[in-house]
């Protein structure tokens, strides 16, 4: 099985139909710090992809305080960064007591879905605590492990959680797909049958889901099927805009700060990609969303002397796939400027 998942893996990166990868290149933080020039940024961005967006900004509480935008307020499909709403979801729960970090869920066939993550190839039965579920789908962006706990806490109040934190347009994620529908629906149906999807009332979609995608059980080892290039991202997908990434990242760091809750911060902040400086940013985390097509890179940097600062850069094509090393390298001017108070305005 071992040799299975290498050959797999090595195509889910040349597809870039994987929704999350587990880690990014890293970039240096380490050149001459020098005001970064918006303008020549923006220009590059959008070279990359049009529909795109961008926003650099500080938390103030819950708040986000702008120190860069270029159209934050476009909602642009984002892949696995709408798993910052289900850990938003669990966090809820934890606080009002209907869900437990030490609760164990049982791994289901059912609920098994695509890499990444390797939770897909546990033995059916395994019981896992909610904590290290959560701790999967964040810091490796494992789907098997996102649709489980979707299940656990109750996929209609997951649905609300793109609501409750902040979420300009949350019917946009009416269904809320789970990871395994998606793939499910990309990887087996025809142009036709989505496009109905994509035109079909709420009513109708759950029909559809139950009829056609929720029986299939998905094998994480075996090929992704149709699916070979962009595909539907403007309406089989999650969405959000920047600015509702943002929100929902500063309510969670809020949130991780109450007692019982301190676990938020540890889940936000155990993937750094690509923040290597650890000395100006003690704590950094990292959420991605890939798919082929969509490119979501969004950060979380807490500064040595407590100013916490919030990076998204997302883009969109229904043609081609995003270089993603391109799109990741042009942040680097960014990290540095914000370890620095270069590109701050005070």
Same mark, same amino acid.
């Given at each position: 099985? %071992?040799?299975?998942? &290498?050959?797999? $893996?090595?195509?889910v990166?040349?597809?870039l139909?994987?929704?999350?990868v587990?880690?990014?290149?890293?970039?240096?933080t380490?050149?001459?710090? %020098?005001?970064?020039?918006w303008?020549?940024?923006d220009?590059t961005?959008?070279a990359?992809s049009?529909?795109?967006?961008?926003?650099?900004?500080e938390?103030?509480? =819950?708040?986000?305080?702008p120190i860069h935008?270029?159209?934050?307020?476009?909602?642009l #499909?984002?892949?696995?960064?709408?798993?910052?709403?289900?850990?938003?979801?669990?966090s809820?729960?934890?606080?009002?007591?209907?869900?437990?970090?030490?609760d164990?869920?049982?791994? $289901?066939?059912? &609920?098994?879905?695509?890499?990444?993550?390797?939770?897909?190839?546990? #033995?059916?039965?395994t019981?896992?605590p909610v904590?290290?579920?959560?701790?999967a789908m964040?810091?490796? %962006?494992?789907n098997?492990?996102?649709?489980?706990l979707?299940?656990?806490?109750?996929?209609?109040?997951?649905?609300?959680?793109?609501?409750?934190f902040?979420?300009?347009?949350?019917?946009?994620?009416?269904?809320l797909?789970?990871t $395994?529908e998606?793939?499910?629906?990309?990887?087996?149906?025809s142009?036709?049958?989505?496009?109905?999807?994509?035109?079909?009332?709420d009513?109708?979609?759950?029909?559809?889901?139950?009829?056609?995608i929720?029986?299939?059980?998905?094998?994480?080892a075996g090929? +992704?099927?149709? +699916? =070979?290039?962009?595909?539907a991202?403007?309406?089989?997908? +999650?969405?959000?805009s920047?600015?509702?990434?943002?929100?929902?990242? #500063?309510a969670? +760091?809020?949130?991780? #700060?109450?007692?019982?809750?301190?676990q938020v911060?540890?889940? &936000?902040?155990?993937?750094?990609?690509?923040i290597?400086d650890? &000395?100006?940013?003690?704590?950094?985390g990292y959420k991605?969303?890939y798919?082929?097509?969509?490119?979501?890179?969004?950060?979380?940097?807490?500064r040595?002397?407590?100013?916490?600062?919030?990076v998204?850069?997302g883009y969109?094509?229904?043609?081609y796939?995003?270089?993603?090393?391109?799109?990741?390298?042009?942040?680097?001017?960014?990290?540095?400027?914000?370890? %620095?108070?270069?590109?701050?305005?005070?």
């Amino acid at each position: 099985m %071992s040799h299975q998942l &290498l050959r797999h $893996r090595s195509l889910v990166f040349l597809l870039l139909v994987a929704v999350l990868v587990t880690s990014v290149i890293p970039v240096s933080t380490t050149t001459a710090i %020098s005001p970064v020039n918006w303008a020549a940024l923006d220009q590059t961005q959008v070279a990359l992809s049009g529909d795109s967006n961008f926003l650099v900004a500080e938390f103030r509480g =819950n708040t986000c305080a702008p120190i860069h935008a270029r159209d934050a307020d476009r909602t642009l #499909a984002i892949a696995s960064t709408f798993k910052l709403y289900v850990l938003g979801e669990l966090s809820r729960q934890v606080l009002n007591g209907t869900a437990a970090w030490d609760d164990k869920i049982t791994i $289901r066939a059912d &609920l098994k879905s695509m890499p990444s993550g390797q939770y897909a190839f546990v #033995a059916d039965g395994t019981q896992v605590p909610v904590l290290d579920l959560a701790e999967a789908m964040i810091w490796q %962006s494992d789907n098997t492990a996102t649709d489980h706990l979707i299940d656990y806490l109750g996929r209609e109040y997951v649905r609300r959680a793109f609501a409750a934190f902040g979420h300009s347009d949350p019917e946009l994620n009416t269904p809320l797909l789970m990871t $395994r529908e998606m793939f499910g629906i990309k990887m087996t149906q025809s142009p036709d049958w989505m496009q109905a999807w994509m035109t079909a009332d709420d009513a109708t979609q759950f029909e559809m889901l139950r009829k056609d995608i929720d029986p299939l059980l998905l094998d994480p080892a075996g090929g +992704w099927g149709r +699916w =070979n290039g962009p595909t539907a991202i403007g309406g089989i997908e +999650w969405f959000a805009s920047a600015s509702d990434l943002c929100r929902v990242t #500063a309510a969670l +760091w809020t949130l991780g #700060a109450q007692p019982g809750l301190g676990q938020v911060r540890d889940i &936000l902040s155990g993937n750094r990609g690509a923040i290597g400086d650890t &000395l100006s940013f003690p704590q950094a985390g990292y959420k991605g969303g890939y798919e082929s097509g969509v490119v979501n890179m969004t950060y979380v940097l807490a500064r040595d002397d407590g100013r916490v600062f919030f990076v998204s850069a997302g883009y969109n094509s229904d043609r081609y796939n995003i270089d993603t090393g391109t799109a990741i390298g042009y942040l680097a001017p960014v990290f540095s400027c914000l370890a %620095s108070d270069a590109c701050i305005d005070r």
